[in-house]
Every structure is written in structure tokens, then in C-alpha cells.
């Protein structure tokens, strides 16, 4: 799922393949764009801003794109055969003589001037990953509304960006309540700790192919929030997570949680499957 580390990764692979290169080939499949003649034109740069991409291309121009759910650009060498779908599915072609990138099932792809970029990023707040990163301000942000549940604030990109829903579970069970939370019924200092916590993790995977918040070992030292009021204090300690448990909750429903053994469960959450261990976090549930 894209979340803040995968769309900087992308953003990486894209520029390192069109970046300071003449464009031969420009092909933005929506009909709003779809006449847009970008030959000829250099790429400057790719950047990524939360879960948003930024192509910039000179003459002042710039490509807006969101991967949202399962949106994904691939590079191909020249000439190479696109794998990544049915013709159908993509949105945007960029190519020039050594490489091609291809945008699929994009569903937020539009043309706009590089001056203008702050009318579809100007809303983000404070980039997890990015070096506009303002800890004290994500705080400020996510406490401005304290009767909103966490999950939801942490999903909120007006508060902190590039966190998803795959982070909000996990970040959740690290601080050990349910994403049902109000925010400010979590326990003194608690989310002070989960916003530096976020940070952490997602710099932990930034370069990382399979996303793990288990046991990193840029975290092994550094706990990132203390056991939630109420929370059960007579679980059963388990090993260390097995390598191949790359996450805590995510995606685990009806599993054991690899700390204190109890059932995964799962449900919605503002439209989003959400999975909480029953005897490490505390807090209401659906």
C-alpha cells in the first residue's frame, strides 16, 4: 500500500530516470491533459511531498500525481515490454532515450504550473520524511482536535503527512491503544512519543523493500510510547518477532500477536480495515 516511505521511493526511481533528460516521449492518457504537448521539454526533478508526487519540468511546468490506494508508476529501459498492467490502466507515459516511465490506475493525475503547486500541497502538514519535518508542529496539529479519534487524526494529512493506513494500525499498537481513541484520552506524553515514533519509522523503511515496523534495528533502543491507562500488565511475553513478521497488526486478523498471544481483530474505520490486538491495546473498539 503507498504510504509516505513508498511514494519516496517511487519519487527516487523517477527521477533518477528522467531527471536533467529531454523528453521523447509525453502521453498523459485523461482527457483534461490529454493534448498536452510535453516533448522536448526537460525534467528537473521528482519529488515526493507526503503521499504526493511532484514531476517538475522546465517552462514552469509541473505533473501532479497520487498513487492513493493502488495506483503505481514503473521504469522501464527503452524499449523494454511494460509489465505493470493492461494498456487500459495506464494514465501518463514519460520516456526519453534511455528509460520510460509508465503511470498506472493514477487516480489524481493533472498538469498545472510549477507556481501553483501550493494549491494541491499547500493543505499537508509537516512531511514525516521531508525537510520541512516540524515535530512540535505535527503535535500542535493532531491536539487541535482532541475528541477525534487517533486513527483518523493520524490518517489526516492536514496534520502530518505520509503516514497510511498500514502506519496507523501499527503506530497504534505501539502505543498500545485502539485507533478508537480520542485523541486526548491518550496517557500523558503518549502521543508526544507516537509523532516521533512515526518519524522513525518511516526513515527506518525509507530505503526498505518490505516495509517492517517489528524489531528495525534503528528502534531496538529507543521506545516510542508507554503502555496505554488500563492497558493489561499479566499479557504473556513472546520471543522476538520471527523474521518473517514484518508487522505487529496489519493484515494479521485471527493471528496471535507476536507479543502477547492474543486474536488479531479487524474492522472498519472511516471506510479502512483496521486491526488491533485485544490484550495489548486499550480503549473503546466498533
Known amino acids: 500500500m503507498p504510504e509516505g516511505d513508498t511514494v519516496l521511493q517511487t519519487a527516487a526511481r523517477l527521477h533518477a530516470a528522467l531527471?536533467?533528460?529531454?523528453?521523447?516521449?509525453?502521453d498523459l492518457r485523461v482527457p483534461r491533459f490529454a493534448t498536452a504537448d510535453l516533448v522536448g521539454r526537460t525534467v528537473l526533478d521528482v519529488t515526493a511531498r507526503g503521499k504526493h508526487l511532484l514531476t517538475r519540468i522546465d517552462g514552469g511546468l509541473t505533473l501532479h500525481s497520487h498513487l492513493r490506494m493502488d495506483g503505481a508508476w514503473r521504469v522501464y529501459a527503452a524499449g523494454e515490454r511494460w509489465?505493470?498492467?493492461?494498456?487500459h490502466q495506464i494514465r501518463a507515459v514519460l520516456g526519453n532515450t534511455e528509460h520510460t516511465a509508465v503511470g498506472y490506475r493514477l487516480p489524481v493525475l493533472e498538469l498545472l504550473r510549477t507556481a501553483d503547486e501550493q494549491q494541491v500541497v499547500g493543505h499537508l502538514g509537516p512531511d514525516l520524511l521531508g525537510p520541512d519535518w516540524d515535530p512540535a508542529l505535527a503535535l500542535e496539529r493532531l491536539l487541535a482536535t482532541p475528541d477525534?479519534?487517533?486513527?483518523?487524526?493520524?490518517?489526516d494529512q492536514r496534520n502530518l503527512a505520509g503516514i497510511g493506513n498500514v502506519y496507523k494500525c501499527e503506530l497504534c499498537f505501539l502505543a498500545r491503544v485502539t485507533p478508537w481513541l480520542p485523541v486526548a484520552a491518550l496517557p500523558d506524553g503518549v502521543l508526544a512519543l507516537l509523532v516521533t515514533a512515526a518519524e522513525r519509522l518511516l526513515h527506518a523503511n525509507r530505503d526498505r523493500l518490505a516495509r517492517t515496523t517489528t524489531i528495525p534495528a534503528e528502534l531496538r533502543a529507543r521506545p516510542t510510547a508507554a503502555p496505554a491507562a488500563g492497558a493489561s500488565s499479566g499479557s504473556r511475553r513472546t520471543p522476538p518477532p520471527r523474521v518473517q513478521e514484518r508487522l505487529y497488526v496489519y493484515g494479521r486478523a485471527h493471528r496471535p500477536?507476536?507479543?502477547?498471544?492474543?486474536?488479531?481483530?479487524?474492522?472498519?474505520?472511516?471506510?479502512r480495515p483496521t486491526y488491533w490486538c485485544p490484550g495489548c491495546q486499550s480503549g473503546p473498539t466498533p
Open 83 to 87: 509489465r505493470g498492467g493492461p494498456g
Open 19 to 26: 531527471a536533467g533528460r529531454v523528453l521523447t516521449q509525453a
Open 148 to 155: 477525534r479519534p487517533l486513527g483518523e487524526a493520524l490518517l
Open 257 to 271: 500477536c507476536l507479543r502477547c498471544g492474543a486474536t488479531i481483530r479487524a474492522a472498519d474505520q472511516d471506510d
